[in-house]
């Protein structure tokens, strides 16, 4: 059994999870040694990554672009650690349906909504005030900016990245590492690797 949590990357986002009331946090793990032997907001960052492997607790990867975060996840896999090393933080004011499911390592925090029979994959992080609705499916590695909201059946494959105050239509396809400016309303399938961006959204450099 783990005992206690790290942080991985003493980034904003592991302070937004640290303000959002997160409990039983040992430390914070980072790649900068000038941010060793300090703290964020009052936890100790104890070294860089390559501890983790080494180390009893639980870990959550606080590290917010997409495919940084996923980088982490398959270089500690290396080193032995697998899904059940990685905790899941859902702050107090956010709600998941309970017919709904959300993956080890993922993050949802302050007021996001996560209504009926949507399927949240591992390492999803959802910024404040996100809403995600009946059988929408968020692949692993996916991150919502803050306000996005998604209709009902929305998938959003690996990695995207969908920015803030973006409004995804019912039943439309996100593809894998696409982006969506913020601000945008996506009304047809963005195709992977893409950016989009705009009302509606299109893909950048497209003619209006």
Known sequence: MTQGLLLVGASGLAREVLAAGI???????DDDVTLHDTEVAGVPVVGPLALAPR??????VCVGPSATRRAIVRR?????????RYARFVARSARIGASSDLAPGSILLDSVVVTADARLGRHVVAMPNCTVTHDDVLEDFVTLAAGVALGGGVRVCEAAYI???AAVRQGLTVGAEATIGMGAVVVSNVPNHQTWAGVPARELGESA
Do not use: H, P
């Not at 180390?55 to 959550?60: D, F, P, S, T, V």
């Not at 500690?76 to 059940?84: L, P, Q, R």
């Open 23 to 29: 409990t039983g946090v040992t430390g914070i793990l």
């Open 55 to 60: 180390r009893a607790e639980q870990l959550l």
């Open 76 to 84: 500690f896999a290396k080193f032995g650690v697998d899904d059940e």
């Open 163 to 165: 920015g803030m105050n």
